[in-house]
């Protein structure tokens, strides 16, 4: 069954550092979104991506965070200057349709010291 | 505001006994909800969906409720097993220009041996 992957599993940095998050949707799902879940907290919307383009994004995606679709299978987030309070779970999700099941990935553990 | 409720926080429950967790929304305009289990340190996997005119869904030992007109959905687990460990996440999707998902802040269940 496909599956939505996402690389590194687990990723330390220093608070200002900039990180990249990568994710690799299901191949044949035309909509992509990151979402991000602080430790005991419930999920959050990050961003949705179609076509190429930034469909709808949260408050909480603001300058310092960008998404990229690089190449046909890599989708990925970029936070530029990291801070303490960027440290969560990561997780790409990904649907053929607008209305389609989203499938998520595993996540990304994000640890900003 | 669009907001969804999930009860109880947390729930232990002795293998092979049966459980039901709770959620309550207020979302407009009302598309779809889903269940879906998150293990911990994983992404959240769908468990069932219904629609607006659906009122009860099963997935194996798993089995949804939806009361539109109430605004109640409802999860029942069938005779717990060990691996049923997890968090349960009441999602409403929501169509209002958008498509959006609305997450619950999850039951965190323990099935003890």
């Known amino acids: 069954e496909p599956e939505v992957t996402q690389t590194p599993s687990h990723q330390v940095t220093q608070m200002g550092q900039e990180v990249i998050l990568r994710c690799v949707p299901i191949?044949?799902?035309?909509?992509f979104y990151w979402y991000r879940q602080i430790l005991g907290q419930k999920v959050e919307f990050l961003v949705s991506f179609y076509n190429n383009e930034i469909s709808e994004k949260s408050e909480i995606f603001d300058d310092q965070f960008s998404v990229e679709r690089p190449d046909g299978s890599n989708f990925t987030l970029k936070i530029r200057s990291t801070k303490l309070e960027d440290s969560a779970m990561y997780f790409c999700?990904?649907?053929?349709?607008?209305?389609?099941?989203?499938?998520f990935g595993p996540g990304t553990r994000l640890t900003v010291t | 505001k669009n907001q969804v409720e999930q009860s109880p926080q947390s729930l232990i429950i002795l293998e092979g006994k049966n459980c039901t967790l709770q959620?309550?929304?207020?979302?407009?305009?009302?598309?779809?909800l889903r269940w879906y289990k998150q293990d911990t340190g994983r992404g959240p996997v769908s468990l069932t969906i219904?629609?607006?005119?659906?009122n009860t869904k099963s997935n194996g030992r798993y089995t949804a409720t939806l009361d539109a007109d109430t605004k109640q959905s409802s999860l029942h687990i069938t005779a717990s097993q060990l691996s049923d460990s997890a968090s349960y996440i009441c999602?409403?999707?929501?169509?209002?220009?958008?498509?959006?998902?609305?997450f619950g802040t999850g039951t965190r269940l323990k099935v003890l041996a």
């Open positions: 959620c309550n929304y207020t979302v407009s305009p009302f598309s779809n």
């Open positions: 191949s044949n799902h035309l909509y």
């Open positions: 999700a990904s649907s053929g349709g607008l209305a389609g099941d989203r499938y």
């Open positions: 219904m629609t607006f005119s659906e």
């Open positions: 999602v409403v999707s929501a169509t209002s220009g958008t498509y959006k998902y609305i």
